[in-house]
């Protein structure tokens, strides 16, 4: 447990939160589907379908908070703004993974409490990743002017990869004469060389 909360602080309850919730889901809710699956029938047809897509959204936001857990802490925001967005996606898969299905037990009919749900959990989801994305944009703003002074501070090394240009071939001639070649020497001496082969041939 102690390798599983290293370095996490604040996103803590919603790595808890997603364990607890994925065991309630693959006990409690998939149980209807197990049962459905070896030939036995607990539900109506409807309903089985109903229900397996409440156990897939329950599940998918379990993984959500599970993995959201980890990375809150590392975000450059306020520890205000990540208790919200912690909390945001925590209420977000109470009623979403919890109350549907719930709601479908009691039957209750589409009404005041139903969208009431849907709003709290769409609200939940929506602050909780608009928080996520602006940190992660934030600590993006952030770094990029580090590494562009970064780049100006160091000394640019010679580009060896110019190709067979001009600029190329006059970079490579001022590195031979840094080096202490004598370039006029040497393309004299390719140059006779090149007209003797040539006069040969002749």
Not at 7 to 17: L, S
Not at 61 to 74: C, T, W
Not at 86 to 111: C, N, Q
Request: with cysteine; proline share 2%; aromatic share 12%.
């Amino acid at each position: 447990m102690n390798t599983i909360f290293a370095n996490v602080d604040v996103g803590r309850k919603n790595i808890i939160f997603g364990m607890v919730l994925f065991l309630i889901l693959g006990v409690v809710t998939g149980l209807p589907l197990t049962v459905d699956l070896f030939g036995g029938s607990l539900m109506s047809d409807s309903q089985y379908q109903a229900w397996k897509v409440l156990h897939g959204y329950g599940v998918f936001l379990a993984f959500v908070n599970f993995f959201f857990g980890y990375v809150i802490d590392r975000l450059s925001i306020s520890e205000q703004q990540k208790e919200i967005a912690s909390w945001s996606f925590v209420v977000a898969g109470l009623v979403g993974g919890i109350g549907r299905p719930v709601l479908f037990l009691l039957s209750s009919p589409v009404g005041v409490t139903s969208y009431t749900v849907s709003f709290v959990e769409t609200v939940g989801v929506v602050l909780g990743t608009f928080i996520f994305v602006r940190g992660q944009m934030k600590e993006s703003s952030t770094q990029q002017p580090k590494a562009t002074a970064q780049a100006d501070s160091e000394p640019h090394a010679v580009d060896n990869s110019c190709g067979w240009t001009w600029e190329g071939w006059a970079q490579m001639m001022k590195s031979l004469e840094a080096d202490g070649v004598n370039v006029n020497e040497c393309i004299n001496f390719m140059k006779g060389k090149t007209d003797e082969y040539l006069n040969h041939l002749c």
